[in-house]
């Protein structure tokens, strides 16, 4: 069995950091949140994750396929059906991604609770401090 790479995160030209970008991003967290579930056409995607413009997840998909975490399949109909789903390397990213949606849906009240009273110890513009 080979040593695992010498990889450092922390380093300024590690490649790992494009993977880090790229699951930073929210668009690329629902969207293999949901092909997790199941493949998935390209218009049933855009109709579920709301605020998700076409262009965007055509170009999240795209990366996500380029990266080897999302396949795409077109089916010979006219026109012509695309179907994605999630490979088995994007499958053992998308159960940590799961816990991620997890935490944010249970502890945004928490966050926002935080944000308020971090904003109201804020000096105001136009206001002595």
């Known amino acids: 069995m080979n040593a695992s790479p010498p990889w450092d995160a922390y380093a300024a030209e590690c490649p790992t ?13 629902l969207v293999l949140g949901l092909l997790s579930e199941h493949p998935w056409r390209f218009n049933a995607l855009l109709r579920t994750i709301e605020g998700l413009s076409q262009k965007v997840l055509s170009q999240t998909l795209k990366r996500l396929e380029r ?9 010979a109909t006219v026109p012509v059906t695309v179907e994605y789903a999630i490979t088995p390397l994007g499958a053992t990213l998308a159960s940590s991604l799961g816990a991620l949606i997890d935490w944010s849906e249970r502890n945004i009240e928490s966050v926002q609770a935080a944000q308020r009273a971090f904003d109201a110890r804020q000096p105001h513009p136009g206001r002595a401090a």
């Not at 950091?17 to 967290?29: E, N, Q």
């Open 17 to 29: 950091r494009m993977v880090l970008d790229r699951i930073a991003d929210k668009w690329t967290v």
């Open 67 to 75: 990266d080897g975490l999302v396949s795409r399949t077109a089916f």
